[in-house]
């Protein structure tokens, strides 16, 4: 009976000792300790043992069974540090990684060139104390063209030709609409910008698109004349290229200013003296701006009499083309990320 028991715990703990898995362990737990196991089989016969060897073959049962469990026990221990260790190994991600060694950094995007300018723009106007304002890019005829002074029978609503919709809405053709809207929304005096994406209906080439960037400013308060204007366009323009600017106002038809102007700008390429960016003129037309008509302000609900102001309107693409010397305006919404990972 003893040399019985002794084969039992040597098997045990050979069995125990090559075991690779928790359900392993669990069935030789089975298989020793179970209900039917070997050693509770012969705990369970001690009755038939003879009366003066029953307690120490009790005893050394009972020996038995806590050592096979104690193993047991030390073998689930080790496996289960094991198997998570080899888990933390396979799955292990430095979560402390340096973003500027990690591959993951090459697919990072970054802003637009054009969105890019607008926040550049938008930083140093509201330091002049500008407001930003906002409009839908859907438009009604009266914000886009009529409270403009463009009435719907005059001709110079052929100046700019626009997609429509079926509701007699358009596809806002400049962004002069925001004054519309910031003139109902405030009251003077006040100083407002509106950035924003336009359409017209345009054949394009390198220097056309039927979708271009903008953005509106109008300042008004009393006694307002083109000498603000050419002030705060030219502080503008210093910041924006950050270098002081040489410009020049020639006249320009819009109908909602009186007078109206072309501001152009001695070419930042050759300082004016002429080269195949400003066509050998030595000066590069930018920002088209005026002050705004009566008529404008009377229908923002401003009276002329006392109020007056000047507005201008900053094409977006032809500046960072003149800041990159990119030469075709469809770049910029090709989608081509090569061109894109330039900025
Ligand atoms: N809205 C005009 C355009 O897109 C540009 C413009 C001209 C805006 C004169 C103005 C302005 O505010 O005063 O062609």
Same mark, same amino acid.
């Given at each position: 009976?003893?040399?019985?028991?002794?084969?039992?715990?040597?098997?045990?703990?050979?069995?125990?000792?090559?075991?690779? &898995?928790? !359900?392993?362990?669990?069935?030789?737990?089975?298989?020793? *300790? +179970? =209900?039917?196991?070997?050693? /509770?089989? %012969?705990?369970?016969?001690?009755?038939?043992?003879?009366?003066?060897?029953?307690?120490?073959?009790?005893?050394?049962?009972?020996?038995?069974?806590?050592?096979?469990?104690?193993?047991?026990?030390?073998?689930?221990?080790?496996?289960?540090?094991?198997?998570?260790?080899?888990?933390?190994?396979?799955?292990?991600?430095?979560? &402390?990684? !340096?973003?500027?060694?990690?591959?993951?950094?090459?697919? *990072? +995007? =970054?802003?637009?060139?054009? /969105?890019? %300018?607008?926040?550049?723009?938008?930083?140093?106007?509201?330091?002049?104390?500008?407001?930003?304002?906002?409009?839908?890019?859907?438009?009604?005829?009266?914000?886009?063209?009529?409270?403009?002074?463009?009435?719907?029978?005059?001709?110079?609503?052929?100046?700019?030709?626009?997609?429509?919709?079926?509701?007699?809405?358009?596809?806002?053709?400049?962004?002069?609409?925001?004054?519309?809207?910031?003139?109902?929304?405030?009251?003077?005096?006040?100083? %407002?910008?509106?950035?924003?994406?336009?359409?017209?209906?345009?054949?394009?080439?390198?220097?056309?698109?039927?979708?271009?960037?903008?953005?509106?400013?109008?300042?008004?308060?009393?006694?307002?004349?083109?000498?603000?204007?050419?002030?705060?366009?030219?502080?503008?323009?210093?910041?924006?290229?950050?270098?002081?600017?040489?410009?020049?106002?020639?006249?320009?038809?819009?109908?909602?200013?009186?007078?109206?102007?072309?501001?152009?700008?001695?070419?930042?390429?050759?300082?004016?003296?002429?080269?195949?960016?400003?066509?050998?003129?030595?000066?590069?037309?930018?920002?088209?701006?005026?002050?705004?008509?009566?008529?404008?302000?009377?229908?923002?609900?401003?009276?002329?009499?006392?109020?007056?102001?000047?507005?201008?309107?900053?094409?977006?693409?032809?500046?960072?083309?003149?800041?990159?010397?990119?030469?075709?305006?469809?770049?910029?919404?090709?989608?081509?990320?090569?061109?894109?990972?330039?900025?």
């Amino acid at each position: 009976m003893k040399n019985k028991l002794i084969n039992i715990r040597t098997e045990a703990l050979a069995d125990v000792r090559v075991a690779g &898995t928790i !359900d392993a362990l669990e069935d030789i737990r089975i298989k020793y *300790l +179970g =209900r039917k196991g070997a050693l /509770t089989l %012969i705990l369970r016969s001690l009755g038939n043992v003879p009366p003066e060897e029953r307690a120490s073959i009790g005893k050394l049962s009972n020996q038995y069974k806590s050592d096979i469990e104690t193993a047991l026990d030390d073998k689930k221990n080790e496996l289960t540090h094991t198997s998570s260790g080899g888990m933390i190994q396979k799955q292990w991600i430095d979560v &402390t990684l !340096d973003r500027e060694t990690a591959t993951a950094r090459e697919s *990072l +995007g =970054r802003l637009h060139p054009i /969105t890019q %300018i607008q926040y550049e723009i938008e930083d140093i106007v509201t330091s002049m104390g500008f407001e930003i304002h906002d409009g839908p890019e859907v438009e009604t005829d009266y914000y886009n063209f009529e409270a403009l002074n463009i009435p719907r029978h005059h001709p110079a609503r052929d100046m700019q030709d626009t997609f429509w919709t079926e509701d007699g809405n358009l596809l806002r053709t400049h962004t002069s609409a925001i004054q519309v809207r910031a003139m109902e929304k405030r009251k003077p005096p006040f100083r %407002i910008v509106g950035p924003g994406r336009v359409f017209r209906y345009e054949s394009t080439d390198a220097s056309h698109e039927n979708t271009f960037y903008q953005v509106e400013g109008m300042m008004v308060d009393r006694d307002i004349t083109v000498a603000h204007l050419i002030y705060v366009m030219k502080e503008l323009l210093k910041e924006i290229f950050q270098r002081q600017v040489t410009v020049r106002l020639r006249p320009g038809y819009f109908p909602f200013v009186e007078p109206g102007f072309e501001l152009d700008i001695h070419c930042l390429i050759c300082d004016g003296a002429g080269c195949s960016v400003c066509k050998q003129s030595g000066w590069v037309e930018l920002l088209p701006c005026g002050l705004v008509h009566p008529n404008v302000l009377r229908m923002g609900g401003i009276d002329p009499e006392v109020w007056s102001g000047f507005a201008f309107g900053l094409g977006l693409n032809r500046l960072v083309m003149m800041k990159y010397g990119i030469n075709d305006i469809r770049h910029f919404l090709s989608g081509d990320i090569r061109f894109l990972m330039q900025f």
